[in-house]
DNA sequence: ATAGATGCAAATATTTTGCCGCCAG
DNA sequence: CTGGCGGCAAAATATTTGCATCTAT
């Protein structure tokens, strides 16, 4: 519910590689109804630069229009999810139950944090597209979702204080 | 499934690799008290042969000893975490927010799910390891857990009824 | 006009905590 | 003996739902 400051140091800063208003497109092409109150979630689910929790996703909407609650929060994001457009994630429950979500970007990245200092950095990876591969294949899956999340120490957390 | 040696495909039934009374003997190495709830408990996720929810462990446990409550399998599941000898799951939150836990087994297995059917099976894989390597030498990090989960049609539900 | 979306409050679901008596070592 | 452990109940957290009202199309 709070803000928890030792784990706002994501350095994930990913580029958002789609054009704004890309979400608000893919959902009107659907025929999807657009409200106000999905217009401002959509933008700021579309400018997030990195993985937003439910609570700091209602912030960022009500500073740009106080008129979205918690509860439109939710079904909103349970819609995005549906339609596959958003991923959802927990990181490894470092920070207790809080679920993120993101922006489904053109490729998958793995979420690699630190256990000890919460940093969270994002890693892209042929070689995890060659495991998809290899697993679409060999279980004979058509997947749809993926998500892998590597927790240790990092760097910074090993060096002798 | 697969003769590739490279790799193993497993349905759900996951064998226990390890020798029955493996996590008791782990923490009772560790010098940890050995209660008569733990030991139920431990028993209960070493002789499990595929991941188990909180509530799930509590009836298991419970059938081989009423004097089990529910606030002391967290508190068990807990340790066992705080010990890296489980790993936690919440398998793509596919089946709500229930969280689910198995024993860690001497390698890695990436949970491939269904999301029509919810059938779940485990796949290993030496890429997968390679790319741990990956992660670990181009961030930096120590991996001390790691948990991929991949989800999408399987075979059986793609087939037209 | 109307199907579908929102807001409010209450309900759920799951996990955690305070406190005290009890037991393993 | 004694410090950690377990049980109970209540709290905390996170998310979902019923229902009346509103709104995008």
Redesign the interface.
């Known amino acids: 519910m709070s803000a928890t400051p030792a784990h706002r140091v994501s350095t994930g800063e990913r580029i958002n590689h789609e054009l704004p208003g890309h979400l608000e497109r893919e959902l009107g092409a659907r025929g999807i109804r657009l409200t106000r109150q999905r217009r401002v979630l959509l933008q700021v689910m579309d400018t997030a630069r990195r993985h937003l929790d439910a609570d700091e996703i209602l912030q960022r909407a009500q500073k740009l229009d106080p008129r979205v609650t918690r509860v439109t929060v939710y079904r909103t994001l349970d819609l995005l999810k549906r339609h596959g457009l958003i991923d ?1 994630l ?1 990181l ?2 470092l920070r207790g ?1 809080r ?1 993120f979500y993101e922006s489904h970007g053109p490729r998958d990245h ?1 979420h ?1 944090a ?2 000890r200092c919460g940093k969270v ?1 994002e ?1 892209e ?1 042929e ?2 597209e ?3 591969s ?3 294949r ?18 910074d957390c ?1 060096k002798p204080r």
Chains 1, 2 share one sequence.
Request: charged share 25%.
């Open positions: 959802e927990d490894l429950h139950d679920h793995i690699v630190c256990i950095r890693f990876s070689l995890y060659q495991l998809k290899q697993i679409s060999d279980c004979g899956i058509e997947i749809t979702v993926t998500r892998t999340e590597v927790g240790g120490l990092c760097a090993r």
